[in-house]
Nanobody, 124 residues
Framework: QVQLVESGGGLVQAGGSLRLSCAAS????????MAWFRQAPGKEREFVAA?????????YNADSVKGRFTISRDNGKNTVYLQMNRLTQEDTAVYYC????????????????WGQGTQVTVSS
């Protein structure tokens, strides 16, 4: 079993940056693909980005990210990151990380493991 804890959220002005972290513990973290999702009030949970266990494959939601976000991981620290730049108010949401042995399941929002989320609020 894998446990995930997100951190790094907060209040930031439009145009600013944040770096989210997801610390993982438990079984076979280094072999798990990881992903970031987000959910704003009244909206469906939205896929943001995913990364394979080796870091060699990455997928982004082009409509939401638009070249502004970067996903990365450091398996030595059991941590996945989401660097977010040029933030807008539309990026305001709770951000969740997820893990699964299947990259495809993560992309379909069916990952086996989920964190509790971290709030990102972008002000004008």
């Amino acid at each position: 079993q894998v446990q995930l804890v997100e951190s790094g959220g907060g209040l930031v002005q439009a145009g600013g940056s944040l770096r989210l972290s997801c610390a993982a513990s438990g079984r076979t973290f280094s072999r798990y693909a990881m992903a970031w999702f987000r959910q704003a009030p009244g909206k469906e949970r939205e896929f943001v980005a995913a990364i394979s266990w080796s870091g060699g494959t990455m997928t982004y939601n082009a409509d939401s990210v638009k070249g502004r976000f970067t996903i990365s991981r450091d398996n030595g620290k059991n941590t996945v990151y989401l660097q977010m730049n040029r933030l807008t108010q539309e990026d305001t949401a709770v951000y969740y990380c997820a893990a699964d042995a299947s990259y495809a399941k993560l992309a379909a929002a069916r990952g086996d493991y989920w964190g509790q989320g971290t709030q990102v609020t972008v002000s004008s």
